[in-house]
């Protein structure tokens, strides 16, 4: 079985609990991070879903969990950011953040004036790291990560990853695999089976996990096609209390 792929064993709908990347995922790609579009009805199926699994639908994502709460109203009970950087496990609870190293100052200069240098490269900062975006140039990806790789200087606190037309810098132990198992530990999550669907490399690592916890891990493009197939397929959920049949085939 290719990891991500439909043909596994979906959790009974009413034990699941539901972990869902944003990016690529639930909403569609945007040329910069700052210009995705939450579509309509989107925040109106996680609230149904919410409430039909007694508050078991969790986010988790590469954004911070301040940026998915402006972007989805807390509509998902917990949400996990910066990769499980940061973990909120319920709307009234506070931003849990674990003793991770941040990126020493010089390295955010050297990144600021290496986004500068380059027209169409974007940098993001994050809490524990930052991110060298180069969707409108993909041809310096190559030479961009070359060029993140030697502002670490081969520091072993942090990996440099890919991400969509990106090259994010994070520190070494979080992954979203330890963010689903984070949120795992918790209620309403806890004793539920989980079923985790994310888009990019960064989303395997929980769809592994997921799967190691007797759960489903999918990958968009093997199992629905797109984020629209998603957001789709979790809205006849909503409206009819059960898992949908994926859109596309084992095969695909």
Same mark, same amino acid.
């Given at each position: 079985?290719?990891?991500?792929?439909?043909?596994?064993?979906?959790?009974?709908?009413?034990?699941?609990?539901?972990?869902?990347?944003?990016?690529?995922?639930?909403?569609?790609?945007?040329?910069?991070?700052?210009?995705?579009?939450?579509?309509?009805?989107?925040?109106?199926?996680?609230?149904?879903?919410?409430?039909?699994?007694?508050?078991?639908?969790?986010?988790?994502?590469?954004?911070?969990?301040?940026?998915?709460?402006?972007?989805?109203?807390?509509?998902?009970?917990?949400?996990?950011?910066?990769?499980? $950087?940061? @973990?909120? &496990?319920?709307?009234?609870? +506070?931003?849990?953040? %674990?003793? !991770?190293?941040?990126?020493?100052?010089?390295? =955010?200069?050297?990144?600021?004036?290496?986004?500068?240098?380059?027209?169409?490269?974007?940098?993001?900062?994050?809490?524990? $790291?930052? @991110?060298? &975006?180069?969707?409108?140039? +993909?041809?310096?990806? %190559?030479? !961009?990560?070359?060029?993140?790789?030697?502002? =670490?200087?081969?520091?072993?606190?942090?990996?440099?990853?890919?991400?969509?037309?990106?090259?994010?810098?994070?520190?070494? $132990?979080?992954?979203?695999?330890?963010?689903?198992?984070?949120?795992?530990?918790?209620?309403?999550?806890?004793?539920?089976?989980?079923?985790?669907?994310?888009?990019?490399?960064?989303?395997?690592?929980?769809?592994?996990?997921?799967?190691?916890?007797?759960?489903? $891990?999918?990958?968009?493009?093997?199992?629905?096609?797109?984020?629209?197939?998603?957001?789709?397929?979790?809205?006849?959920?909503?409206?009819?209390?059960?898992?949908?049949?994926?859109?596309?085939?084992?095969?695909?």
């Amino acid at each position: 079985m290719t990891l991500g792929t439909p043909d596994q064993t979906l959790p009974e709908f009413a034990r699941s609990a539901l972990l869902l990347d944003v990016d690529g995922t639930l909403i569609d790609i945007a040329p910069r991070p700052d210009l995705v579009v939450v579509p309509p009805g989107l925040l109106e199926t996680l609230h149904v879903l919410r409430d039909a699994l007694d508050g078991a639908p969790a986010v988790i994502s590469g954004r911070p969990v301040e940026q998915v709460d402006l972007l989805l109203d807390r509509a998902p009970h917990a949400v996990a950011g910066e990769h499980g $950087g940061a @973990v909120r &496990h319920a709307p009234d609870q +506070p931003i849990e953040r %674990p003793g !991770l190293p941040t990126p020493p100052p010089e390295w =955010l200069v050297q990144a600021e004036a290496l986004a500068a240098a380059h027209r169409g490269v974007l940098l993001e900062h994050k809490a524990h $790291g930052f @991110v060298v &975006h180069y969707r409108a140039v +993909p041809e310096l990806g %190559p030479m !961009l990560r070359d060029a993140v790789l030697a502002i =670490l200087g081969g520091n072993p606190d942090f990996v440099v990853l890919a991400a969509h037309m990106a090259w994010e810098v994070r520190p070494r $132990g979080t992954d979203k695999g330890v963010a689903v198992a984070s949120l795992m530990q918790r209620p309403p999550l806890q004793g539920r089976v989980p079923l985790f669907i994310g888009d990019d490399v960064t989303d395997e690592d929980a769809i592994a996990k997921a799967r190691d916890m007797g759960g489903a $891990g999918l990958r968009v493009d093997l199992a629905f096609g797109t984020a629209g197939d998603v957001r789709a397929w979790l809205a006849e959920a909503a409206k009819h209390g059960a898992w949908p049949a994926l859109p596309l085939p084992a095969s695909a």
